[in-house]
């Protein structure tokens, strides 16, 4: 092979030589550049897991502490519930008068003989020492709602009572307007916590076929709403029919028709 021809195939094969090496050299750094950019975004991706992390850990430890809030407000609100019924037992501790607690409330259920005479709406002296009584244990407890509930027998009232009634709704609910009244201007209840309604016949604890029976659905009931419901909800929720429903003012006589009834 002439002299040339081998000088021109060596040169030949530098330049390829060198093109390839320049290739694999461009491949490396495009490789190397790939993978730094993917290192960053791990960077990227973990410093945001890290951060996400951080707060969710900040948000579990709040809800935590929360949690335990809530759990000492659901205690308390249960020893304040327990207090209430215990006090109300110490307080008024006779055979004419119940006291329960359910669902937050609690009622204390009040013989009508121990309030009034037979058709009448007009405290008597121990129905009044019996409210003094409840007054003093609700003084103590004075964001919680309170509604007074009037409740007879199925026996009618042929003729008008000598306060003037002419049926058993009108009866319940003038006495526990009664009671009302007299928890405000007497023993100086709030009356925005307190509110009256009557339910007539229509609300029995016990079967009017008989004489007992028909002696335990004559009363008033003292009914101690839980304090998260608030007088308003109280006040302007509106009533089960049927029963006849009253406002309680501190003075004067009205009516309101949008008192509840338990």
Do not use: Y
């Amino acid at each position: 092979m002439p002299k040339g021809a081998l000088i021109f195939a060596a040169i030949l094969s530098l330049l390829l030589l060198l093109v390839l090496g320049f290739l694999q050299i461009r491949h490396q750094s495009q490789a190397q550049s790939a993978a730094e950019t993917a290192a960053a975004e791990a960077r990227k991706v973990a410093e945001q897991a890290a951060a996400t992390n951080a707060t969710l850990a900040t948000e579990l430890e709040s809800l935590r502490g929360h949690a335990t809030e809530l759990e000492q407000q659901v205690q308390q609100a249960q020893q304040a519930r327990d207090s209430l019924e215990q006090q109300m037992r110490t307080e008024l501790d006779s055979k004419d008068i119940t006291i329960s607690q359910l669902q937050g409330k609690l009622t204390v259920n009040i013989l009508d003989r121990v309030l009034f005479d037979s058709g009448r709406a007009d405290l008597k002296p121990e129905g009044q020492a019996v409210l003094v009584k409840v007054a003093k244990v609700l003084a103590k407890f004075p964001k919680r709602p309170v509604q007074v509930i009037g409740h007879t027998d199925n026996v009618p009232i042929h003729d008008r009572t000598t306060d003037g009634f002419t049926d058993n709704w009108a009866l319940s609910a003038g006495r526990a307007v009664a009671a009302v009244r007299f928890l405000v201007e007497r023993t100086g209840a709030d009356p925005k916590r307190l509110s009256a309604a009557g339910c007539g016949e229509f609300k029995p604890i016990a079967d009017n076929a008989t004489l007992e029976g028909r002696a335990k659905n004559r009363r008033i009931a003292v009914v101690v709403l839980p304090e998260e419901l608030g007088a308003a909800d109280v006040t302007n929720a509106s009533p089960a029919r049927p029963s006849a429903a009253f406002n309680a003012p501190a003075s004067g006589a009205g009516t309101n028709a949008d008192s509840p009834v338990p």
